[in-house]
């Protein structure tokens, strides 16, 4: 009655469903921490999925700012989904947080002096992976995802130690862009990863590597 044909059916289109903020078929290459990680506020270390609009975070220049933005949504496992785990100690972090592969980082060394002219280089979290401990790990249960938004890009203390970057609010901001600092892609991020692994410390030496 309601169908013209009942034994013809067709193969369904795979379909990306979003409800409030909660994604089925994730990005998973796109930027974020994971809920519990902390970050330093005026009144101290807080989990950042308890920030909200106007909480001032300590940036790496010194200085507390602003957020003017809180991007939440959450994750879903499903086939291939994984996030960056950075075990304690690894980036001089107090103890364990996990990132999405497509969260930027600062990393700061001699290495990036000699190499890139610059103090530090923001990398991909994926590049780290096999980085003093730091792995890859299967999303095996629903997961808060939250990106911090300033006025202006800013680098901030996540779980005391590692320097998280955070693109400035914007529709033209993403993470991938920086005006301060390097942007590396994974191959060239894993390469001067590579070098500070091994110790390198002169220049004739890092030039070699490179």
Known sequence: MF?????D???AEKIS???HGLNILPDFGASGLLAGSLVETERGWRPV?????GACIATYDGGFCPVTRVERHHVWPAAGAEVIHVPGGA?????DFSLLPGQHLLVTSQVAEEVLDCAGALIPASALVGYRGITRQGLVRPAEVLSLRFAAEEVVYVNS???IHCAADGPEATEARSAYFEVLDEARAQAMLALIAA?????????RAA
């Open 161 to 163: 130690g590692a320097l």
């Open 49 to 53: 999925e308890t920030l909200a609009r």
């Open 17 to 19: 469903l979003s409800l």
């Open 199 to 207: 110790g390198a410390m002169t220049s004739d030496g890092l030039v």
């Open 9 to 11: 059916f067709r193969a």
């Open 91 to 95: 980036l001089d972090n107090c103890s």
């Open 3 to 7: 169908m013209q044909n009942a034994t």
